[in-house]
């Protein structure tokens, strides 16, 4: 599915939250603020809270995955990506495929991460972070049933 980056979740799903309530945190300000922006111009920081939050998957899973494509560094990006459980992996397989070669590229990018032992040791935790969270997801796919 290509994805209109000129429309707003809003448009693409039929569903406006409307205007943030009042007196709500600044996390819900954002979303409802975000939910209305076209997704070309939504930050990277809206598409990891919308992952995490699993809303709208339809449409935010494939835009994750084009940023990604895009800049392999993205690791919350990727990560929440891979932990989206809830999300039709089955019915997209060419969307795995595409999902696999971004972990492959972050990987690749962390091996040439050198310097003194902070960035190291951040290098360290960002791969051990997908990896596992690689791991996980590779085993919810064995499980699912290909049509």
């Known amino acids: 599915m290509e994805l209109d980056q000129t429309k707003s979740l809003a448009e693409l799903t039929g569903v406006d939250w409307g205007p943030p309530p009042e007196n709500v945190s600044t996390s819900v300000t954002s979303r409802h603020l975000w939910h209305r922006q076209p997704l070309k111009e939504l930050p990277d920081a809206a598409v990891l809270r919308f992952v995490r939050s699993a809303i709208d998957l339809e449409f935010v899973i494939p835009l994750a995955v084009e940023r990604l494509e895009r800049n392999p560094e993205l690791f919350g990006v990727l990560v929440s990506v891979l932990k989206a459980n809830t999300y039709p992996w089955e019915l997209q397989p060419l ?30 935790a960002h791969r051990a972070a997908i990896c596992r969270s690689w791991a996980y997801f590779e085993v919810r796919l064995s499980k699912i049933s290909w049509a």
């Open 95 to 124: 969307l795995v495929n595409r999902l696999r070669e971004c972990v492959s590229s972050a990987l690749s990018d962390l091996n040439h991460w050198d310097g003194d032992e902070k960035i190291c040791a951040e290098a360290s």
